[in-house]
């Protein structure tokens, strides 16, 4: 996918889906937060163990909803960091099918620096932002 380096692969559970037989709106955001959290561990920004060090809390998130997903469908979710700020960053996801590429939805979120254990907002760190700028190949904003 153009534009992206990253994307994580979604298996739609029967659980996921609504009445109707689609996926519910509210697991699309669920997907999406798989993703992240498969886009973070991927960079090695988190080790996978403790919820207190991943260091990203989510303040703002959008989706833009294109077409319905179907149980049995395989998702692909691409992934990629669009703005780094000096305590926040953007994501930009793309949701499609696996085996056409037919897009499902669109959305970002930000996220925003955080220090669990101090219960404030900190600067991303200078290793996180290399680790991104080298991947993602974006300027960085300080």
Same mark, same amino acid.
Request: proline share 4%; charged share 20%; no cysteine.
């Given at each position: 996918?153009?534009?992206? =380096?990253?994307?994580? +692969?979604?298996?739609? $559970? %029967?659980? *996921? &889906? *609504?009445? #109707?037989? /689609?996926? =519910? =709106?509210?697991?699309?955001?669920?997907? &999406?937060? #798989?993703?992240?959290?498969? %886009?973070?561990?991927?960079?090695?920004?988190? *080790?996978?163990?403790?919820?207190?060090?991943?260091?990203?809390?989510?303040?703002?998130? /959008? &989706?833009?909803?294109?077409?319905?997903?179907?149980?049995?469908? =395989?998702? $692909?979710?691409?992934?990629?960091?669009? #703005?780094?700020?000096?305590?926040?960053?953007?994501?930009?996801? $793309?949701?499609? *099918?696996?085996?056409?590429?037919?897009?499902?939805?669109?959305?970002?979120?930000?996220?925003?620096?955080?220090? %669990? /254990?101090?219960?404030?907002?900190? +600067?991303? +760190?200078?290793?996180?932002?290399?680790?991104?700028?080298?991947?993602?190949?974006?300027?960085?904003?300080?």
């Amino acid at each position: 996918m153009d534009g992206y =380096n990253f994307y994580h +692969p979604i298996e739609v $559970r %029967y659980g *996921d &889906l *609504d009445p #109707q037989g /689609h996926v =519910n =709106n509210a697991k699309y955001f669920t997907y &999406l937060e #798989q993703a992240r959290v498969a %886009y973070i561990i991927h960079l090695g920004l988190w *080790d996978g163990h403790s919820f207190f060090d991943i260091g990203f809390i989510l303040a703002d998130a /959008h &989706l833009t909803f294109k077409t319905p997903i179907l149980f049995g469908t =395989n998702v $692909r979710i691409w992934v990629r960091v669009s #703005q780094l700020g000096t305590k926040s960053l953007t994501m930009e996801y $793309r949701m499609e *099918d696996a085996g056409d590429g037919h897009e499902f939805a669109t959305g970002d979120a930000v996220l925003v620096t955080y220090n %669990y /254990h101090n219960g404030e907002t900190i +600067p991303i +760190p200078d290793e996180w932002r290399q680790i991104i700028v080298e991947f993602e190949k974006i300027p960085s904003e300080n």
